[in-house]
């Protein structure tokens, strides 16, 4: 059965970073995946953060970098440029970290610059700046359709992947994705649900998402990553301790990889 994994994702300021990746750990997860912010994490800071996961037995599956200021990477502009130095930046200190693959977005927002030729060749620098480094990109799907289906054509890359997000198809395409035109490129997947009134990021099976559709579709495409949630401590679930928020985190994960090899 395919293996499980987790978002590293505190909204509770009650609760240190520590104590959620205790109860992450005593939950049953082995995998993470963390968010990667400059601004938020100066580099000793980074250094300790990864030195209790490795302490405590958590691997980091990929980084999701962030997506503050990427629509003017699209743009003709001194800020285009400096998102593509930010980025490799962040790639180098992945590597550093030993952190074999990162998502990125490609768009933020509802409106964006139309896909162009200027932010395809600031892609291009990325992408085979983190192909010489050995590391992995996966571009995710957020609120506009066509960037992904751009990226797939005209970067051929091996190290060029997507990152199917669940809780986004939902709401913001009604579930409509071209499977098939990511066939063997799905590297990651983040999985949580809504109900199509804002993106959530509940766990599976508390919204409205067909999740029997959802393996069927992944596993046609050939997807052989993690089967990885995206579902944040808060709202309601802050009724619940850390650890047994993580526990139904992990049982709702393994259903979820159960259900993959069954469909």
């Keep these: ?9 505190n909204d509770n300021k009650n609760i240190s970073d520590k104590d959620i990746l205790d109860s992450i750990k005593e939950a049953g997860f082995k995998n993470v995946f963390i968010h990667l912010e400059g601004n938020e994490y100066n580099e000793h800071n980074w250094a300790n953060y990864i030195e209790y996961m490795n302490k405590i037995g958590l691997e980091i599956i990929f980084a ?71 590391i992995k990109i996966a571009f995710e799907n957020t609120k506009i359709k066509g960037y992904l289906e751009y990226i797939i054509d005209n970067i051929k890359e091996s190290n060029v992947g997507i990152c199917y997000d669940s809780g986004h198809c939902h709401l913001h395409f009604n579930d409509e994705f071209k499977f098939d035109k990511f066939k063997n490129k799905i590297f990651a997947v983040h999985l949580h649900d809504n109900d199509k009134s804002d993106d959530l990021h509940l766990l599976p099976f508390d919204g409205t998402i067909d999740w029997k559709e959802t393996m069927y579709n992944l596993k046609k495409e050939n997807f052989d990553g993690y089967i990885t949630l995206e579902s ?27 259900m993959y090899e069954e469909v």
Excluded: Q
Aim: glycine share 4%; proline share 2%.
């Design 232 to 258: 944040v401590y808060r709202y309601n679930y802050l009724k619940l301790t850390p650890l047994e928020f993580y526990k139904k985190s992990y049982d709702i994960a393994n259903k979820l990889a159960k």
């Design 1 to 9: 059965m395919k293996e499980v994994a987790v978002i590293v994702s």
């Design 64 to 134: 999701h970098l962030s997506y503050k200021g990427i629509n003017s990477i699209w743009e003709e502009n001194a800020e285009g440029e400096k998102l593509v130095e930010k980025y490799i930046k962040d790639i180098e200190i992945c590597k550093n970290y030993n952190i074999s693959m990162v998502v990125m977005h490609l768009t933020s927002g509802k409106n964006a610059p139309m896909y162009n030729e200027i932010g395809l060749s600031r892609l291009y620098k990325i992408v085979n700046y983190a192909k010489d480094k050995n």
